[in-house]
């Protein structure tokens, strides 16, 4: 019997999912909340997906497709703010989103908060209207921590994210490495806790011609790596411009980092000395940031993307490459090591020092793509369809729902 069809109140609190993604705040979780809630509207559910205004100009209501609506909520300045700001705003959100429900007479079945600071508006909504609330994290505040790169994360996320997942009806995870660190770091219970990948927009991402991607692209290098997400410590960009250091055989290989924007200007700057120190400024171009639908064209003039974080939940950006039938080199993080098939599909590296990324690299790079492998790289990810994602996560829903 098919499930029932139920009324989703999805929170992203502090960011929008419409927002430009490569942002400093804004990466995969927008990509996932998006696409996820799309394809549950088209499957009959409705959905209603609440953030905050970032900007005046945010309209209070926009349809994002059959079923889908995405409402703008006031809580603290109209403009993109810090995190903890964000927090000290969710009192705001709170009585604006309740004040809206009201307003509208609105009535839902669950709550399904993304990120630690929508956590604790569903413990919120579950005491005063008893709707269950169900807990996507996207990344841990104390996995991040024991990673050790980057500010570290405020003791307020830790203890929030704690109370969150013993709160909450069900934790929904990408990876059951995700799952492990869920239950090592803070306790939680194994049962509570379901495994639910991401996935890649199979029609949006697809091989296309090499030549004429990079002809569009302005593109006259002969080898190419690429390097898409945040610009943010963890990703390891700092490895990888060591890593080119090791590739300076091949002739006229440029390394293409995409993402930033203006928040991102003291990372991209510590970066670009980092180049100059090693002597490859020359070959690197730091492009900012690039719309999501444009990064079609540059997954397929690559030879390689490459993945090189020290930590990340799962790791969509292997999944968009490969789905354009470029090869991925990547660390052993996230889901990387199931998605990617080793030394056939891309490289997971044992670890993230420069020579092993390097080494992984140059298998990828000798020898110019034949469209057989281009069409088994793309079918080696046909399985993570946003429709397959949007079904596991259903019955997820319903467990939270019968639990
Ligand atoms: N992205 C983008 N434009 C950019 C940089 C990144 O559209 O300039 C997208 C990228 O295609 C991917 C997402 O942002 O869909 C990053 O997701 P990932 O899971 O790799 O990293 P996260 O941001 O979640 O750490």
Redo the contacts with the bound molecule.
């Keep these: 019997m098919a499930p029932r069809k139920i009324k989703i109140a999805m929170l992203s609190a502090h960011s929008c999912p419409v927002g430009?993604?490569?942002a400093k705040d804004?990466?995969?979780?927008?990509?996932f909340i998006r696409e996820l809630a799309g394809e549950l509207g088209k499957q009959g559910n409705s959905v209603d997906i609440y953030t905050r205004i970032h900007d005046p100009k945010d309209p209070l209501l926009e349809e994002l497709g059959e079923q889908t609506r995405l409402i703008h909520l006031r809580a603290g300045q109209e403009a993109r703010i810090d995190k903890m700001d964000v927090y000290r705003s969710l009192p705001e959100f709170i009585f604006n989103l309740e004040r809206y429900w009201k307003d509208y007479k609105l009535r839902y079945d669950i709550v399904f908060c993304h990120y630690w600071l929508s956590g604790l508006v569903g413990e919120h909504l579950q005491q005063e209207w008893r709707i269950p609330f169900v807990m996507m994290y996207?990344?841990l505040g104390a996995v991040k921590n024991a990673a050790a790169i980057g500010e570290a994360e405020p003791e307020q996320r830790i203890t929030s994210e704690g109370e969150s997942i013993r709160k909450c009806r069900r934790i929904l995870v990408p990876t059951e490495r995700e799952k492990q660190n869920i239950i090592r770091y803070y306790k939680a219970l194994p049962h509570k806790i379901g495994i639910t990948p991401?996935g890649v927009n199979l029609e949006q991402f697809r091989p296309v011609d090499r030549a004429s991607a990079r002809g569009k692209l302005g593109i006259t290098s002969e080898k190419i790596l690429l390097f898409?997400?945040?610009i943010?410590p963890?990703?390891g960009i700092d490895q990888l411009l060591r890593t080119m250091t090791y590739l300076q055989s091949f002739k006229g290989l440029r390394l293409i980092i995409?993402?930033?924007d203006e928040n991102s200007r003291r990372e991209v700057e510590k970066l670009k000395k980092l180049s100059w120190e090693l002597k490859i400024e020359d070959s690197i171009i730091f492009q900012?940031?690039?719309?999501?639908d444009q990064?079609t064209d540059y997954y397929n003039a690559a030879d390689v993307c490459v993945?090189p974080?020290y930590y990340?939940?799962?790791?969509?950006?292997?999944l968009?490459a490969l789905a354009c039938g470029t090869p991925v080199v990547a660390t052993d993080v996230?889901d990387l090591r199931n998605i990617i098939h080793q030394e056939k599909t891309g490289y997971v590296a044992a670890d993230n020092t420069p020579q092993a990324l390097a080494a992984g690299i140059e298998r990828f790079l000798r020898p110019n793509l034949d469209a057989r492998s281009i069409q088994a790289n793309r079918a080696s990810v046909s399985r993570f369809s946003w429709a397959h994602v949007s079904e596991s996560v259903s019955q997820e829903l319903h467990k939270a729902l019968d639990g």
């Design positions: 430009d993604l490569g804004t990466g995969g979780m927008s990509v996207h990344t991401c898409v997400g945040r943010d963890l990703k995409i993402g930033g900012g940031m690039v719309m999501h990064l993945v974080s990340e939940s799962f790791g969509l950006v292997a968009e996230g």
